[in-house]
């Protein structure tokens, strides 16, 4: 393995790692910003208000994307023992 194939596989894992991370990281994002204009609207500022619903929301995207993510993975493995002489 050359220098050029071992960087263009650490760009492949960063960008995987990227991929299968932003849908839980987008859902995070958006209850986030949700639960906080309902917040500003409502003038509560409860720290856990924010905070459960958060969690449960990531943790509920992250088993729904799994397979999907499995599927990244074992596809990035096979394409990178594939290659290796």
Do not use: H
Not at 24 to 42: D, K
């Amino acid at each position: 393995m050359d220098a050029s194939s071992a960087v263009d596989l650490a760009r492949q894992a960063v960008t995987l790692t990227l991929l299968v991370s932003l849908p839980v990281l987008v859902v995070g994002m958006a209850v986030g910003l949700v639960i906080s204009i309902l917040q500003a609207v409502t003038q509560v500022q409860e720290q856990t208000l924010s905070f459960v619903p958060k969690i449960v929301a990531m943790i509920f995207t992250a088993v729904l994307t799994a397979p999907w993510v499995a599927a990244k993975l074992m596809e990035f493995s096979e394409q990178m023992f594939g290659g290796l002489p």
